[in-house]
């Protein structure tokens, strides 16, 4: 059995053990993931940042009215009002001094304006056209109204040669659009390498093709990412997105990668997958390592367990061999809690049941006398049912339709009640609603204008009794109280205590009867059931119902003065049996 109870409680733990990893696995993979993609995600958006300011420094060079105004001059190449140029000079100047990240400025006019910070390809780019066919093979064309940004360019500052990320706008005419000049801003690949230094030591900042525009390592500047997974990914143009692979010697790594809106280039971030995910394997090591545990202490539980219910089960044997022998005062001791020790508080019982047997024979007797009178109970209704119908049929057939509905209705109310959804006790208010809807049925389909009065102590309401305990009393009443032409009467039900005994009195103001027939009544009410062909079987259904629910020291009697009016009286304790 200890066998038994091992191999389910290992297969359960490893069942638990490897879906709870699974599960645990993927909210954390799933975390790491969202957390890498937010990180790249805010280092893009800081670069975008960082080049649209240099874009907007751009954009408030040249929309500088004094360099406008030079621009639209006439053969500005043979000279100009020297305070203009000054005043130009003094405009970039402080742009400039806003935005540090800028190493050079270059300005040229389609009328020869020229300004200089410092030499940038000298040889070929001293003037508007030469700028504009050089810089055509990046892209640059009259059509294009935004910035073109080009990376890996080299340009002498300052007698050093650095590599430079250019921004290239054609200058237009406020008005117009028409294009006035050119203008080129070299910002140092440094600056811009600054800004994810956030992130790991792997990170790139590349074009989608690949080309590696920025990076720590300035060697690799112009070269293409060496992982063939990440171009293709980086191909598709997904604005971010994630992606596990192996490079060249079999290591798995995890890259994420992000747009930069300004220029389309991406924020690459690649690290070693264990690094990305070292929660996840982490958690994997501690799973194992707690199954492992609850393996071995549940053996070692198991084994002592087996160890008390073997003894316990000894001692069980040994009382159910002395109870089959007949000995049936014999006991079980109990020692404990198990299921061996559950078995022995059950034979016990078992025992004690047995030796008491002739006592709850009885009580069964009154039990299946119970269920008899419940079954018997059911068939009291249907008179009431086809005698209704009939009266609705009636109506249908004199088209007095309404008359029809709200008879129906009252018969739907009193029957919903009188099923009470199959309680066999119901509050003595609810078999009160019975009443006033049977009576209502009376009133509809026989004409008969019966008031009913409800006194006494209220708090009695909520008192349960035998459904269709109070109901069949009333019904008797208005059968053979009023009777024949009698069309109106008083039906008074009275409730009151007398210490733990409730008394019930439900009084008609109908013929009554003399004293030989009320004897008679209470005589079929105290005799011994005969069947359905007994007389007043619904009173003696009642006495019985009550007597078995609530003791033989309950029960209903009758009382009447011929002529004046019939009392029926019910008694009984507050407590059923």
Same mark, same amino acid.
């Given at each position: ?314 001692? =069980? +044997? &040994?009382?159910?061999?002395?109870? /089959?022998?007949?000995?049936?005062? #014999? ?7 198990? !299921? ?119 708090? =009695? +309401? &909520?008192?349960?009794?035998?459904? /269709?305990?109070?109901?069949?009393? #009333? ?7 009023? !009777? ?94």
């Amino acid at each position: 059995m200890a066998l038994i109870f091992l191999s389910i409680t290992v297969l359960s733990s490893l069942i638990v053990g490897l879906v709870s990893n699974r599960l645990s696995m993927d909210v954390i993979t799933n975390s790491s993931i969202e957390e890498s993609r937010n990180a790249a995600k805010a280092v893009a958006v800081t670069i975008d940042s960082y080049l649209n300011s240099a874009d907007q420094t751009f954009i408030g060079i040249y929309s500088n009215r004094d360099l406008s105004e030079a621009l639209k001059q006439k053969n500005a190449i043979y000279g100009f009002n020297e305070i203009l140029k000054q005043n130009i000079q003094s405009a970039i100047s402080s742009a400039r001094q806003v935005n540090n990240s800028v190493q050079y400025i270059n300005i040229y006019g389609k009328n020869g304006f020229s300004y200089t910070d410092f030499y940038y390809h000298s040889k070929e780019n001293r003037s508007f056209n030469e700028c504009a066919a050089f810089y055509s093979q990046y892209g640059l064309n009259p059509d294009r109204r935004t910035a073109l940004w080009i990376p890996n360019q080299t340009a002498v500052v300052a007698n050093v040669n650095k590599r430079m990320i250019t921004l290239v706008r054609y200058i237009r005419d406020v008005y117009s659009l028409e294009i006035l000049g050119i203008m080129t801003m070299g910002m140092a690949e440094t600056t811009l390498s600054k800004q994810y230094q956030s992130l790991n030591n792997n990170v790139y900042i590349a074009e989608n093709n690949g080309v590696i525009v920025s990076h720590y390592d300035k060697t690799l500047l112009g070269k293409t990412l060496p992982y063939t997974n990440l171009l293709d990914a980086l191909s598709l143009n997904d604005d971010i997105g994630t992606l596990t692979f192996d490079d060249e010697s079999g290591s798995k790594l995890f890259a994420t990668y992000s747009v930069i809106p300004a220029t389309g280039w991406y924020i690459v971030s690649i690290t070693d997958h264990y690094k990305a995910f070292m929660s996840s394997y982490n958690l994997s090591y501690y799973i194992v390592l707690i199954l492992l545990l609850t393996i071995i202490v549940s053996g070692i539980a198991l084994v002592n367990v087996s160890k008390v219910l073997t003894a316990s089960l000894n001692r =069980l +044997f &040994s009382a159910m061999k002395h109870a /089959m022998s007949g000995d049936l005062s #014999v006991r079980f001791t109990v020692t404990g809690n198990d !299921e061996v020790n559950k078995i022995g508080k059950y034979l016990n019982e078992m025992l004690k049941e047995i030796s008491e047997s002739i006592r709850y024979k009885e009580e069964s007797e009154r039990l299946a006398r119970l269920s008899e009178l419940r079954l018997l109970q059911s068939q009291i209704n249907p008179h009431l049912l086809y005698n209704t119908l009939d009266s609705v049929h009636y109506h249908l057939e004199t088209a007095k339709y309404e008359r029809a509905t709200d008879i129906l209705q009252a018969m739907s109310a009193f029957f919903k009640l009188s099923l009470s959804q199959g309680d066999f006790l119901i509050p003595i208010e609810r078999e009160i609603s019975l009443i006033q809807n049977y009576l209502d049925i009376q009133r509809m389909c026989r004409s008969k204008d019966i008031e009913l009065i409800i006194s006494g102590e209220s708090s =009695l +309401f &909520s008192v349960r009794i035998p459904k /269709m305990t109070l109901q069949p009393v #009333v019904e008797n009443a208005i059968i053979h109280g009023f !009777e024949g032409d009698t069309v109106r009467g008083v039906i008074t039900i009275d409730l009151h205590s007398i210490g733990d005994m409730i008394v019930i009195t439900v009084t008609d103001n109908g013929t009554g009867m003399t004293k030989e027939q009320i004897e008679k009544v209470n005589d079929c009410i105290k005799a011994p059931h005969s069947g359905f062909e007994q007389k007043h079987y619904g009173l003696w259904n009642i006495n019985q119902r009550i007597k078995d629910t609530f003791g033989n020291s309950s029960g209903i009697v009758l009382q009447s003065e011929f002529g004046v009016c019939t009392k029926a009286i019910i008694t009984f304790f507050r407590k059923p049996l």
